[in-house]
């Protein structure tokens, strides 16, 4: 649904309930149809049908031309706003200071560990990859997540956007740290078109980071 239909759809089902099915009659169009035919049940659907979304499949990168040294990293972080299981959108053309969540579609999991999960994946496929617990020197990667959200442009226009920083550690030495911003454009004005643009952005974000931890290998192995 649309982060309006969305909206409406659970105002309407508490008032229909609430007044006896009264406020079907005074919903606009295809929601009052809509209403009328489920009632009350209307309610109890929208609580029992929460849709559940993760990346999907991901996207095959091209192949190194060496293998990349070998990092050690650690869960993706997040700040508290992100730290949940919601989708979040910006309605940006009405508020751009605003974030909403949308009522009956959620993620699988917080976006932090979906993106741990993409991001380890991608670089077990590059080169290794360690957890943190190895006897081996190998230098820290560390992602936070800044943002990560379905953001309209207009009533029927939105992309996903996702703001993370890298940072790559030896010991106490910064080797290297970088800002990125992928975006993808969303299919659907609604939650499903968010997952999918927010999803695409993240393969975007695991390309654009494995090619720049290719370039700070010379500079690692120092």
Request: aromatic share 6%.
């Amino acid at each position: 649904m649309s982060p309006r239909i969305d909206r409406l759809l659970s105002l309407a089902a508490h008032r229909s309930c609430s007044l006896g099915g009264g406020a079907a009659a005074h919903a606009p169009g295809m929601l009052a149809a809509v209403l009328i035919v489920s009632g009350c049940a209307l309610g109890t659907l929208a609580a029992g049908s929460d849709l559940r979304y993760d990346f999907g499949p991901a996207t095959s990168l091209p192949a190194p031309a060496a293998p990349l040294q070998a990092v050690t990293f650690v869960d993706v972080r997040a700040p508290r706003a992100l730290d949940s299981n919601a989708i979040l959108y910006r309605l940006s053309y009405v508020d751009p200071r605003r974030t909403a969540v949308y009522a009956h579609s959620h993620w699988t999991m917080p976006p932090a560990l979906l993106l741990t999960q993409r991001l380890r994946a991608a670089l077990a496929a590059q080169g290794a990859v360690l957890a943190g617990g190895e006897a081996v020197a190998a230098p820290l990667l560390t992602v936070d997540l800044e943002q990560f959200e379905q953001v309209f442009d207009a009533e029927g226009q939105s992309h996903g956007v996702l703001t993370a920083r890298a940072t790559l550690m030896r010991g106490e030495r910064m080797i290297a740290q970088r800002t990125f911003v992928a975006r993808a454009p969303a299919r659907m004005p609604n939650a499903q078109g968010g997952v999918g643009a927010l999803a695409q952005a993240s393969d975007a974000f695991v390309a654009q980071l494995i090619a720049w931890l290719e370039m700070q290998t010379p500079i690692a192995a120092r």
